[in-house]
């Protein structure tokens, strides 16, 4: 990647010929961790603290790879600084919808001030000044220079830095592709009450380790272990304007073959990317990788919670939507989106902050980039914090239906706490995914202390590496490369992703189920680069499944998931959590969750006053008279 002339040039290194693998091909520890963003790291420090032998995963190398590299903000909950509970959970419940996990939501409001000062001290919310405010790097793009003048600030290497205090080994490059399992006891799955984990004539399971790539060597290795935390993150079928290039829905394709629910793939993500180049994701997020976390908050209160949280529905639903439909005006990528000079709402910083030099929580003070227009910037990628392993409406660990596995983080643990939507996003994820990690490292290593190591079944570990393997051994089949292009170019079509009808949603459902049934158990590598490419595929393509059949099966219109046929909220069918799962038989079966009364604000209220930003055609449909201005048509009324 070339700057400006007189800017630092950055080349790509020689690929190697062959790759030794560093490591051991078998490992024990009494908790394994897979993936470490900011999830993983908070459930790695929390198992180690709590006295566990800790080992960690990582599919690219900690604090590089996933999403955690690329947050700009960080919103934590401060009444000392004058935030007000209620406000916060009304702004959160009408904006997502009422799908809102207030459990969950409750641990945020409680424990997010405290995950602050936890990362604050490790070094990853150094504050530090932007590109545009330190000499000229933003307008000469000498992103090299940047980088080395605050590279002592440099969030990234926080992570392995902290691994290293604690004495907790990692694993890098090193895909977990199959979770190994002994025979176990019956505990809750997450879906009824007093319900087993095992499905009808199975047996029950219990973790005992894990199984991976080492993508660089192509070695598989075993991880023994009494109990698994899984944060690997979300996924998209092929990234284009937003970097997630390594979330692959890893950790969702090994619950569900183990009969877990998997919750939330209807609600879509929200990311836009540039309409003058959609697949440059440089051009959208370099200064964001480089600059410091902006802390956010304090920007909710009695006076405008309604409005708050409509702002960002209202992008959501109206801009994102109607952009995709109509279409938008050609772009020459002059136009600059400059976030600091947003309204507080848009920025996610406190309205005092000007006034009060006490107010540290400035929001986002970003470096301008391109402005961004369209929806679909990760095809594939869900709604945060909406979907992944649904553990049950009373969970606050992230304890599975499988004994001795927990999951957290964005995409892979169906906590919820938005609801369907994000509509006091701006930092919260970053936190609250930590706060996630920090509850499931604390109940493994709780589960791992009451338990003995199991011994992990030779045969098992024979056949799942022969299955691993396979693709190197084929010699003739699909590239994995042309396989995800075919699948993105079916799951990217507006009409598949973000204005959907029974009618687009069956007929890419054909195509998915052909390449699930044709091309998956035909791909073929070459190398171990491949061979992880591969295995990546057969994720992406039950990924795709999952989110077609959820789309199918509610029949409504609520937060990022919009139905042209049904474009209105159905809370009589349809406010409730829909869960899937892997059925005896293999096909996927599908239930609805009821979520208790107190979630679902006042049900009397009169519909347009209930809900607060609304789908195209559901004004009409409803009978009350749509706003005089529509997002993604010039404004807002």
Not at 301 to 325: F, P, T
């Amino acid at each position: 990647m070339n700057g400006k002339e007189g800017a630092p040039r950055v080349m790509e290194l020689p690929r190697p010929k062959e790759v030794k693998c560093p490591y051991k091909e078998q490992y024990q520890a009494d908790v394994a961790v897979i993936g470490c963003g900011f999830a993983g790291l908070n459930a790695a420090v929390s198992a180690r603290e709590a006295g566990q032998t800790v080992i960690v995963l990582d599919k690219g190398k900690p604090g590089y790879s996933g999403l955690s590299p690329w947050p700009s903000s960080f919103r934590w909950f401060d009444p000392e600084r004058g935030d007000d509970e209620d406000a916060f959970k009304e702004a959160m419940m009408r904006g997502g919808d009422y799908l809102c996990n207030l459990r969950w939501y409750d641990c945020w409001l409680k424990e997010s001030k405290g995950i602050y000062q936890r990362l604050s001290e490790w070094g990853i919310l150094a504050q530090y000044p932007k590109a545009s405010e330190a000499g000229d790097f933003y307008e000469r793009e000498d992103f090299a220079g940047y980088r080395e003048m605050f590279d002592k600030f440099d969030r990234h290497k926080r992570w392995v830095e902290v691994l290293d205090r604690y004495e907790i080994p990692y694993l890098e490059h090193t895909m977990a592709t199959d979770l190994v399992t002994a025979p176990g006891d019956l505990v809750s799955n997450g879906l009824a009450a007093g319900e087993a984990s095992a499905r009808e004539g199975e047996q029950p399971e219990k973790i005992c380790g894990v199984m991976a790539l080492h993508v660089p060597s192509g070695q598989v290795i075993t991880v023994r272990a009494k109990a698994v935390v899984m944060a690997t993150g979300g996924g998209s079928y092929k990234p284009t304007g937003y970097p997630v290039g390594g979330d692959t829905f890893d950790g969702e394709y090994m619950a569900y073959e183990h009969g877990l629910p998997i919750m939330g793939k209807e609600f879509e993500d929200f990311h836009t990317t540039s309409s003058q180049a959609p697949g440059n994701v440089f051009l959208d997020n370099h200064w964001q990788y480089l600059e410091n976390i902006w802390l956010c908050g304090g920007d909710v209160d009695k006076s405008n919670v309604v409005d708050y949280a409509a702002s960002k529905g209202n992008i959501m639903a109206m801009g994102r939507v109607r952009k995709a439909v109509n279409g938008v005006a050609q772009a020459d990528g002059s136009e600059i989106q400059d976030v600091a000079t947003a309204s507080y709402t848009r920025r996610g910083g406190s309205r005092v902050y000007e006034t009060d030099p006490e107010e540290i929580r400035s929001g986002k003070m970003s470096t301008p980039v391109a402005a961004s227009a369209l929806a679909g910037a990760a095809t594939g990628m869900c709604c945060h914090l909406t979907s992944g392993v649904f553990c049950g409406l009373e969970d606050t660990d992230g304890a599975t239906g499988l004994a001795g596995l927990y999951v957290a983080g964005d995409g892979i643990h169906a906590t919820s706490p938005s609801g369907a939507a994000y509509p006091c996003g701006v930092g919260f994820t970053s936190c609250f995914t930590s706060i996630d990690g920090d509850h499931a490292g604390k109940a493994a290593a709780a589960y791992a202390a009451e338990e003995e190591f199991s011994e992990v079944p030779a045969e098992q570990i024979a056949a799942k590496k022969e299955e691993i393997l396979e693709p190197l051994k084929r010699k003739s089949g699909f590239d994995p490369n042309w396989a995800r292009d075919v699948l993105h170019s079916i799951m990217a079509p507006y009409w598949v992703s973000v204005a959907k009808s029974e009618e687009t949603l069956k007929a890419a459902l054909v195509q998915v189920e052909y390449m699930r049934d044709h091309v998956v158990p035909k791909l073929q590598a070459g190398t171990s680069h491949d061979l992880r490419l591969c295995i990546e595929m057969k994720h992406k393509v039950l990924s795709a499944e999952l989110k077609l059949r959820a789309s199918l099966e509610r029949k409504e219109s609520r937060g990022g998931m919009y139905r042209e046929d049904y474009p209105y909220r159905d809370d009589e069918n349809y406010l409730c959590y829909i869960v899937q799962r892997r059925a005896v038989d293999g096909t996927i079966s599908a239930e609805k969750i009821p979520l208790p009364d107190e979630w679902a604000g006042n049900r009397e209220e009169a519909y347009n006053s209930r809900y607060i930003y609304y789908f195209p055609g559901e004004p009409e449909i409803k009978g009350f008279e749509a706003p005089k201005k529509q997002w993604g048509q010039g404004g807002r009324s």
